[in-house]
């Protein structure tokens, strides 16, 4: 005999009941889990890639600006002039003018020092990174330093000077703090936990919320969000320094830094966690439901059993006069009433007729 033709009556109505109703809720839950997460996950991705979209053409538009502006400056005859006398007052102009911008400056081929915008000391030049990407045919040079003043990382652009035979006559640099665009990083919204920084080409941080990771240029260059980029991922789910899973999103600037955007993991994908604790609150209510209903029906079904069992056992005792209920239902417990109540008037009339043979 099987398990289930031992159950009794009871348990095999809440036992069908409950597969009848579990199972098709069981698959749209599935089929709307599977949507759900997919739609967030999409989600998730589009609003930390809309943001570091945002951040990075901030960073591009930033950088892109004062390049065309020591361009436009490469060009005057004062400053192609290489002659301190003439290039100082447009450095001064040019270091007035854009206050991020604390120091104006030229150099010679040969790395001297020739004007600056400070009037202080010349110095040499010829070893920094800015200089030497122009003189070895780059348009552009730039280098990321901490500055001595802020203690706070500064940007150094850098583009030809030439003479009016095209002959390459100089660098001129400008040197800038990048607290405008660092504030425009740090500061951005994504959510509650999320947040933006900026590395440089080697990894190195830029700007961080975490003023000591800005301070000391935390090489961040293992990230995973960094490492997913160059894997052509578009996101990475992973455990942060601190032990916290987050989401990230990783974008190039044309200069070669990378803006990285990222989120608690739980927070982002907060909508899955509601959509399954609501879908296990209506699984429960259903249960709920469904044992109600099933004791409900139960009691329906096996009363007038229990009652016809026990007039069949009062009957095998020889108790043969008893009312039996139930004799009008058009159902099968009716059939059975029915036929328990034959059954009693024919062993009355066997009974009968023995009696009379005596």
Same mark, same amino acid.
């Given at each position: 005999?099987?398990?289930?033709?031992?159950?009794? $009556?009871?348990?095999? /109505?809440?036992?069908?009941?409950?597969?009848?109703?579990?199972?098709?809720?069981?698959?749209? *839950?599935?089929?709307?889990?599977?949507?759900?997460?997919? /739609?967030?996950?999409?989600?998730?991705?589009?609003?930390?890639?809309?943001?570091?979209?945002?951040?990075?053409?901030?960073?591009?538009? *930033?950088?892109?600006?004062?390049?065309?502006?020591?361009?436009?400056? !490469?060009? /005057?005859?004062? $400053? %192609?002039?290489?002659?301190?006398?003439?290039?100082?007052?447009?450095?001064?102009?040019?270091?007035? =003018?854009?206050? *991020?911008? &604390?120091?104006?400056?030229?150099?010679?081929?040969?790395?001297?020092?020739?004007?600056?915008?400070?009037?202080?000391?010349?110095? #040499?030049?010829?070893?920094?990174? &800015?200089?030497?990407?122009?003189?070895?045919?780059?348009?552009?040079?730039?280098?990321?330093?901490?500055?001595?003043?802020?203690?706070?990382?500064?940007?150094?652009?850098?583009?030809?000077?030439?003479?009016?035979?095209?002959?390459?006559?100089?660098?001129?640099?400008?040197?800038?703090?990048?607290?405008?665009?660092?504030?425009?990083?740090?500061?951005?919204?994504?959510?509650?936990?999320? #947040?933006?920084?900026? /590395?440089?080409?080697?990894?190195?941080?830029?700007? =961080?919320?975490?003023?000591?990771?800005?301070?000391?240029?935390?090489?961040?260059?293992? =990230?995973?969000?960094?490492? !997913?980029?160059?894997?052509?991922? %578009? =996101?990475?789910?992973?455990?942060?320094?601190?032990?916290?899973?987050?989401?990230?999103?990783?974008?190039?600037?044309?200069?070669? *830094?990378?803006?990285?955007?990222?989120?608690?993991?739980?927070?982002?994908?907060?909508?899955?966690?509601?959509?399954?604790?609501?879908?296990?609150?209506?699984?429960?209510?259903? $249960?709920?439901?469904?044992?109600?209903? %099933?004791?409900?029906?139960?009691?329906?079904?096996? !009363?007038? $059993?229990?009652?016809?069992?026990?007039?069949?056992?009062? &009957?095998?005792?020889?108790?043969?006069?008893?009312?039996?209920?139930?004799?009008?239902?058009?159902?099968?417990?009716?059939?059975?009433?029915?036929?328990?109540?034959?059954?009693?008037?024919?062993?009355?009339?066997?009974?009968?007729?023995?009696?009379?043979?005596?």
């Amino acid at each position: 005999m099987s398990l289930f033709d031992r159950l009794g $009556i009871s348990q095999k /109505l809440l036992c069908t009941l409950l597969l009848v109703s579990l199972l098709p809720l069981g698959g749209i *839950w599935l089929i709307s889990s599977q949507s759900t997460i997919a /739609l967030t996950e999409e989600k998730v991705e589009q609003q930390l890639y809309a943001i570091n979209t945002v951040l990075t053409t901030r960073v591009d538009d *930033w950088v892109d600006m004062n390049q065309r502006m020591l361009l436009q400056n !490469a060009r /005057l005859s004062e $400053i %192609s002039s290489m002659r301190a006398e003439q290039q100082n007052p447009v450095l001064q102009s040019i270091s007035q =003018h854009y206050e *991020w911008a &604390y120091l104006a400056f030229s150099v010679a081929p040969d790395g001297t020092n020739v004007g600056r915008s400070d009037g202080g000391k010349v110095k #040499y030049y010829g070893d920094r990174d &800015y200089f030497k990407q122009v003189i070895n045919g780059e348009r552009f040079g730039k280098q990321v330093l901490i500055g001595k003043t802020s203690g706070q990382p500064a940007l150094i652009l850098s583009t030809a000077i030439y003479d009016r035979f095209d002959k390459l006559n100089g660098v001129l640099a400008l040197a800038m703090t990048l607290t405008e665009i660092s504030t425009e990083i740090v500061t951005a919204k994504i959510g509650s936990s999320g #947040y933006a920084f900026l /590395l440089d080409e080697k990894g190195e941080v830029i700007a =961080h919320p975490d003023d000591e990771f800005t301070r000391s240029r935390v090489d961040m260059s293992n =990230h995973q969000a960094l490492q !997913a980029l160059k894997r052509g991922e %578009s =996101h990475v789910v992973f455990d942060d320094y601190d032990g916290k899973k987050v989401v990230a999103v990783a974008g190039k600037t044309r200069q070669g *830094w990378t803006l990285i955007s990222q989120q608690d993991y739980a927070e982002a994908y907060a909508s899955i966690e509601q959509e399954n604790l609501r879908a296990l609150l209506l699984l429960v209510a259903t $249960i709920l439901v469904v044992l109600a209903i %099933s004791q409900v029906v139960s009691r329906r079904l096996t !009363a007038p $059993i229990r009652e016809l069992t026990q007039v069949a056992q009062q &009957y095998s005792e020889g108790n043969l006069q008893l009312k039996i209920s139930g004799l009008q239902r058009s159902d099968e417990i009716g059939q059975l009433a029915q036929a328990i109540d034959r059954l009693g008037t024919s062993i009355r009339l066997a009974m009968d007729r023995l009696q009379k043979k005596k």
